[in-house]
């Protein structure tokens, strides 16, 4: 059998945003649109590709302020910090010259061995896609199979950064926070336009996103979110008139992969490449975070940063289940997902005041973010690899034929996460099985007798697949209101509540291994009705990681291949104490 059927198992740049669009009868976007420009394709024209006389320059991580100065002098350039306020920004500089030598510095930037790239101050605009809405309903969440995913996951302990205009996450001190987020929790973010913490919404593109990503559900208002109980994480890198600049991208995505983010959502995209961008996206890739990208609204090639490797492309369908005219289509693209006639709420005022509309918008830019949903019901899953993120989500869609179109099909996220949730629990007990024969026969072998009793069981479930991994059957999850965090709980085996109490401790697996199964046995070893259960649980989390180790599943800060290492020693050991601690003539 095989692992899948085990889990059913910026120069000219123009970074697009697929643009919401109106709603019907046009009661939303003039009160948005009063204090700016009209957000239009005309609207965003005017911006132009690129700032005159400005140039991006990241050069290495390791250099110092005062090594950068001096290669700027040796330029004749004076390089500024793009965003002074942020440690570890990845060293993107800005250089201000005359208009005319912009493309000869560039070449001789790009050639010095201290600059990993350097490039024309590219612009990130908006593009918006015509709407004629046809839905009142949120048809793409049961479309992406929202109802039965939510039987098995809602997203609980994961962070989703929006890199976008923002979300409505504020109250009163920043701007409103959206009605219908109010149950949702926001982590701290960064307004890489303002340079300042306060990430708030002033376009509505953003909390569009956030909306399909997390709104809040079952709360008697608006709408529902894919993963409700995922945290957003706004950054705010594209202004009021839709538009940004490369750096503050590239810093964004970097900013949100160093403060905790396990997935991204980038509603943008971009026709040509930008190598600064394209480095924080290897960056945040390398750290384990799941990139999900919007392929585009030209309907044509797939833009940047989707057409990345390693970075997740979606491509928009409708409610009939085919590609949307504007999509963007090609090779890149890894799935398809709902975008056309999509419903959240949105701002009104510049998001400063109580909005109570919910928009209806076209593009790549809604697709995208149920992907991002998805990813983060996997996430909660335990399948924190964003390689076995994409396998997953590609291996469970609802294949097409025309993969330039909808690369392995259309996004099924309850497939998904059922196929992951039953895939889990048959492997883990299939190797809880196979240990036990093992560890029996070893004892026997030995003139031992395998201790009795319930607390074994009660132990070798906990550790392997979680007390009540068969809760999903009877439709508890999904209705658990505000105990729905121990529900998930009761579903996750002992090594994984590190996604729920500590997620970015998860990469180092403290809790998947030997070490809580020694303290155990240091703790309790002398009590006979407490040494089974230890036994029970040195089983039990022996065979979570013999399935972590064939798996691969699971990000480790080490790398694959020390994760496999990791497993299989810490497996051994923990088979070394349970025969031990489930001998019951050595009590």
């Known amino acids: ?33 009063r204090d700016v420009a009209p957000t239009s394709a005309s609207a965003t024209a005017d911006v132009g590709d690129f700032i005159p006389g400005e140039i991006v320059v990241d050069v290495k991580d390791d250099l110092s302020d005062a090594e950068v100065q001096a290669l700027g002098k040796e330029f ?8 002074p306020g942020v440690k570890n920004d ?15 510095l560039v070449e001789r930037l790009s050639a010095d061995p201290r600059v990993e790239a350097a490039e024309p101050a590219g612009i990130a605009k908006i593009l918006w896609t015509p709407n004629d809405p046809k839905y009142g309903e949120q ?16 997203g609980q302990g994961v962070t989703v950064a929006v890199v976008d205009t923002g979300i409505a996450c504020y109250d009163a001190d920043g701007f409103m926070k959206g009605t219908d987020l109010a149950g949702t929790t926001c982590v701290g973010g960064y307004n890489f336009v303002g340079k300042n913490d306060v990430a708030a919404d002033d376009q509505g593109h953003g909390t569009h996103v956030a909306g399909t990503i997390a709104q809040t559900t079952n709360n008697g208002v608006g709408v529902a979110g894919l993963a409700h109980c995922a945290k957003l994480m706004p950054v705010k890198v594209l202004s009021a008139r839709g538009w940004g600049t490369m750096a503050d991208v590239a810093e964004g995505i970097r900013w949100a992969a160093d403060n905790g983010a396990q997935v991204i959502n980038l509603s943008l995209g971009a026709p040509m490449k930008s190598k600064v961008v394209e480095n924080a996206v290897n960056h945040a890739i390398k750290k384990g975070v799941v990139v999900v990208a919007a392929a585009g609204n030209s309907g044509r090639s797939v833009g940047w940063p989707a057409a990345y490797p390693g970075v997740i492309a979606v491509s928009a369908t409708d409610k009939n289940d085919n590609i949307a005219w504007f999509s963007s289509r090609g090779p890149q693209v890894a799935i398809g997902a709902p975008g056309v006639g999509v419903t959240q709420q949105t701002i009104c005022e510049a998001g400063k005041n109580k909005c109570e509309q919910w928009g209806v918008f076209n593009g790549t830019s809604m697709a995208s973010p149920h992907v991002a949903g998805a990813a983060a019901l996997l996430v909660g899953q335990g399948i924190t690899n964003p390689d076995s993120v994409r396998s997953i989500l590609q291996s469970t869609a609802s294949p097409k034929d025309e993969k330039n179109l909808f690369g392995a099909g259309i ?10 949730h039953w895939g889990h629990v048959f492997m883990r007990l299939l190797a809880l099985g196979a240990l036990a024969a093992v560890v029996m026969r070893r004892i026997a072998k030995k003139g031992g007798k395998v201790e009795g009793g319930a607390g074994k069981v009660f132990g070798a479930l906990v550790a392997s697949v979680g007390l009540l991994p068969f809760l999903p059957l009877l439709g508890i999850p999904a209705r658990a209101g505000e105990m729905r965090f121990f529900a998930e709980l009761a579903m996750k ?9 500590a997620p970015n401790l998860h990469k180092w697996l403290p809790l998947a291994s030997a070490l809580p199964v020694f303290g155990l046995t240091a703790i309790l070893f002398g009590s006979k ?24 599943e699971t990000f480790y800060a080490l790398g694959p291949f020390m994760l496999r290492i990791w497993c299989a020693l810490n497996a051994l050991a923990c088979l070394w104490l349970a025969r031990i601690a489930l001998d019951a003539k050595k009590i």
């Open 139 to 154: 048809w793409h969440m049961k479309r992406a199979g929202a109802e039965r995913a939510w039987e098995y996951a809602c």
């Open 529 to 552: 009705r407490m040494r089974p259960v230890v036994g029970g649980i040195a089983l039990g989390t022996a065979a979570l990681l013999v399935q972590m180790g064939i798996s691969g």
């Open 76 to 83: 004749h350039i004076k390089l500024r910090d793009n965003s």
């Open 1 to 33: 059998m095989t692992k899948r059927a085990l889990f059913l198992a910026s120069s000219s740049l123009a970074l697009i945003l697929a643009l919401p669009g109106q709603a019907e009868a046009d009661p939303l976007w003039p009160p948005i649109m």
């Open 411 to 420: 996004l099924e996220a309850g497939k998904a996460s059922m196929h992951t």
């Open 493 to 501: 085996p002992f090594g994984e509540w590190t996604i729920l109490f």
């Open 90 to 104: 990845g060293n993107v500089a800005i250089a201000d010259v005359p208009a005319s030598e912009v493309n000869a």
